[in-house]
């Protein structure tokens, strides 16, 4: 079985650690290479002189100890949670914004999933991890990602993943590879959930509903359609709370999608802001 390789980005918060802990939790069953992730930046004062070069080196200096040190912590304490054998860690500190620390490491170390923190949005200050979450979801189309509420506590068990879907296009295998690997690992059933009206479906529509249920053949999985609350994230959030073994909800994400375009609602972006349950966003290569 390969590894799966898997970015925790942190800024040291709770919140980080939280989503950390939950990494660990979701991928209990499997090999894998994590690497603790700390970008940071040294404030360009936009003054060239010589002086402010000395200053920013030695800032630089100070802030890249300061994250090293920080990070050895942080590994430490994750070593002291985590005794799976099968389990290995890397510490990155990186100079960059977080965006390109993340998009290099994902190409580097051929990351399988970015697993981080959100804040919800009831938070008037955006702060690091809710906005930046968001972020990551948009610009790493290459790489699954996973956002971890804030609040959420794994049980340690995962009984049922929620796939909220227009059918809108066929599915490949490596495009539910990231779900399907999660669903088997934790024996889950799939639920998938078609949010909107069936009677005006589209032969394209019909047959990737069928595409799909021969590629699940394996799991345990079902169908399910629902009405449309006043969005599409407001349906989401209502089936999460009226179903409380659900544990995971995902959606593919494709610029247009069907959603955006019933609805002219951003779906994704609600939802990271307003899912009590982890949000895995899997992109779809164009």
Same mark, same amino acid.
């Given at each position: 079985?390969?590894?799966?390789? =898997?970015?925790?980005?942190?800024?040291?918060?709770?919140?980080?650690?939280?989503?950390? @802990?939950?990494?660990?939790?979701?991928?209990?069953?499997?090999?894998?290479?994590?690497?603790?992730?700390? %970008?940071?930046?040294?404030?360009?004062?936009?003054?060239?002189?010589?002086?402010?070069?000395?200053?920013?080196?030695?800032?630089? +200096?100070?802030?890249?100890?300061?994250?090293?040190?920080?990070?050895?912590?942080?590994?430490?304490? =994750?070593?002291?949670?985590? &005794?799976?054998?099968?389990?290995?860690?890397?510490? &990155? %500190?990186?100079?960059?914004?977080?965006?390109?620390?993340?998009?290099?490491?994902?190409?580097?170390?051929?990351?399988?999933? @970015?697993?981080?923190?959100?804040?919800?949005?009831?938070?008037?200050?955006?702060?690091?991890?809710?906005? +930046?979450?968001?972020?990551?979801?948009?610009?790493?189309?290459?790489?699954?990602?996973?956002?971890?509420?804030?609040?959420?506590?794994?049980?340690? &068990?995962?009984?049922?993943?929620?796939?909220?879907?227009?059918?809108?296009?066929?599915?490949?295998?490596?495009?539910?590879?990231?779900?399907?690997?999660?669903?088997?690992?934790?024996?889950?059933?799939?639920?998938?959930?078609?949010?909107?009206?069936?009677?005006?479906?589209?032969?394209?529509?019909?047959?990737?509903?069928?595409?799909?249920?021969?590629?699940? &053949?394996?799991?345990?999985?079902?169908?399910?359609?629902?009405?449309?609350?006043?969005?599409? +994230?407001?349906?989401?959030?209502?089936?999460?709370?009226?179903? %409380?073994?659900?544990?995971?909800?995902?959606?593919?994400?494709?610029?247009?999608?069907?959603?955006?375009?019933?609805?002219?609602?951003?779906?994704?972006?609600?939802?990271?802001?307003?899912?009590?349950?982890?949000?895995?966003?899997?992109?779809?290569?164009?």
């Amino acid at each position: 079985m390969k590894k799966k390789r =898997i970015i925790l980005p942190t800024d040291f918060s709770e919140n980080a650690w939280n989503a950390a @802990i939950y990494a660990l939790e979701l991928f209990k069953h499997v090999p894998c290479d994590f690497f603790l992730l700390n %970008s940071y930046q040294v404030g360009a004062s936009g003054l060239s002189t010589k002086m402010a070069g000395a200053n920013d080196t030695r800032l630089y +200096n100070l802030m890249k100890e300061q994250s090293e040190r920080d990070l050895q912590r942080e590994l430490e304490r =994750i070593k002291r949670v985590d &005794k799976n054998p099968e389990h290995t860690f890397t510490s &990155k %500190s990186i100079i960059d914004t977080l965006v390109n620390a993340i998009g290099k490491t994902v190409y580097q170390e051929e990351i399988d999933y @970015i697993i981080m923190g959100t804040k919800g949005a009831s938070g008037l200050k955006e702060v690091f991890m809710g906005s +930046n979450t968001y972020t990551i979801i948009k610009e790493m189309d290459f790489c699954p990602v996973i956002a971890v509420p804030e609040d959420y506590r794994p049980d340690g &068990k995962l009984d049922s993943i929620l796939l909220a879907t227009g059918y809108e296009h066929l599915f490949e295998n490596y495009e539910l590879k990231p779900l399907l690997s999660i669903v088997e690992s934790f024996n889950a059933k799939l639920w998938i959930a078609h949010v909107g009206d069936v009677e005006g479906f589209t032969s394209e529509q019909k047959s990737s509903k069928n595409k799909l249920e021969t590629r699940l &053949k394996s799991i345990n999985y079902e169908f399910v359609e629902v009405e449309k609350d006043v969005s599409v +994230n407001n349906t989401i959030q209502r089936l999460i709370k009226e179903d %409380s073994n659900i544990d995971m909800v995902a959606m593919i994400n494709q610029d247009h999608s069907f959603f955006e375009r019933l609805t002219r609602e951003p779906v994704i972006k609600k939802v990271t802001f307003n899912s009590t349950v982890p949000f895995l966003v899997i992109h779809l290569f164009e």
